[in-house]
């Protein structure tokens, strides 16, 4: 082989996966281990030729005779995960619209950006305290001893959350069933709230919201001191809860699941774990005349919800495990050598001779630009040569 030849082999070049081999599952994928080369031979065993990037005092690290600059990597075992890295948006989960049902006037508003919950004062209507509670149904109707139905039994649950009631009492009685002891109970809470301990719910002294609230902005026409009309929208807000949204190319939609465990690269460049909370089923149709296909929505819970703190809408990166193997050979992407055929192969350093050892390629770590290989002879502690940036 000619210094020059092997030069341009060291330095490496756009490579393509070889056919039947070293792809990652799901999807398509390109190696690129940095400047273009030349075709090169085919090397069906290791072959020894002599140093052809060695300067003085530099055994195995130089400049070939193609110019690009190459130094050593060290072949290494370890465990390797694949990675795929995606663009998404930091955000809140759920977006309410908070429909007042008081009549009178507005004499307090929660700041934008406050967060309520269950149990808090949400607003206030001519001086009394609109409550924010649980539930799915809202509020339509006053409730008072002897009322049933699941309005009632998300009230009886919510006493029971706030201490104000005892969940197996509750429960013997019914829980659709206003009862003494939800009279007895919400006649405590109205105490903490400062209000006439009457054990009546009147429509228009609660919200309920499925979480707590993060005041997003207020209504049109909310202003401080303004009329409270029944039916008109008070407030905006969305959950507590910060998730990633993540529109996930369809094709890639079997490499991730709930569960997965993933890291979330946030503005600024700090880390934070995270937790595939759910993934679509349906795909989204791109814009007519878009370049990218069809999507699905995955949702992301970060491990640390305080990380998120200050964000909204705000772009990150996310870094999806898609498989892992616990004990792998494993080099640089870069030092992989394009080979006739569309094989590969590593160029070993021994002393200050080279081998050309042809390799099987197996999982690929984007993220960390690592690969796993095997080939005749190739063990960890060994040294390849791969292009210096």
């Not at 005779?65 to 989960?93: D, E, H, M, N, P």
């Amino acid at each position: 082989m000619s210094r020059t030849g092997a030069a341009e082999q060291a330095a490496g070049a756009a490579l393509s996966p070889p056919a039947g081999g070293g792809r990652r599952p799901g999807r398509r994928r390109w190696v690129t281990a940095g400047v273009v080369t030349a075709a090169v031979a085919a090397a069906a065993a290791a072959v020894a030729i002599t140093d052809p990037f060695a300067t003085p005092g530099s055994p195995g690290a130089g400049t070939g005779g193609t110019g690009y600059r190459t130094s050593a990597a060290t072949v290494t075992r370890q465990s390797l995960t694949s990675q795929t890295q995606v663009q998404a948006t930091l955000g809140y989960a759920r977006a309410y619209s908070v429909v007042n049902q008081a009549r009178g006037t507005l004499t307090a508003l929660p700041a934008t950006g406050r967060i309520v919950r269950q149990g808090q004062v949400l607003y206030r209507v001519s001086g009394s305290p609109v409550v924010l509670l649980y539930g799915k149904i809202p509020a339509y109707r006053a409730l008072s001893e002897g009322m049933t139905g699941p309005d009632v039994a998300e009230l009886n649950h919510d006493l029971v959350r706030l201490g104000y009631a005892d969940s197996a009492e509750v429960a013997g009685l019914g829980w659709h069933y206003f009862s003494w002891q939800t009279k007895y109970a919400l006649a405590q809470l109205q105490s903490a709230l400062g209000v006439t301990q009457t054990g009546i719910l009147a429509l228009g002294r609660a919200v309920f919201l499925r979480t707590a609230a993060r005041v997003t902005a207020l209504g049109a026409t909310t202003v401080l001191g303004g009329p409270a009309q029944p039916g008109a929208a008070v407030l905006s807000a969305t959950s507590a809860v910060p998730v990633v949204t993540i529109d996930l190319d369809a094709a890639q939609q079997t490499e991730v699941k709930a569960g997965d465990h993933v890291t979330i690269t946030l503005p600024g460049g700090k880390a934070t774990p995270g937790v595939v909370s759910s993934v679509g089923t349906v795909a989204t149709k791109p814009p007519p005349g878009s370049s990218s296909g069809a999507t699905i929505t995955v949702e992301v819970s970060p491990a640390d919800p305080k990380a998120a703190r200050g964000l909204d809408q705000a772009p990150v990166t996310v870094s999806i495990t898609t498989a892992k193997v616990p004990s792998a050979l494993v080099v640089p992407v870069g030092a992989l050598l394009a080979q006739a055929g569309g094989r590969y192969a590593v160029e070993v350093i021994r002393g200050r001779a080279h081998h050309l050892v042809p390799v099987s390629v197996g999982l690929f770590d984007d993220a960390a630009g690592l690969v796993q290989v095997s080939g005749p002879g190739l063990a960890a502690g060994q040294r390849v040569v791969v292009p210096t940036p």
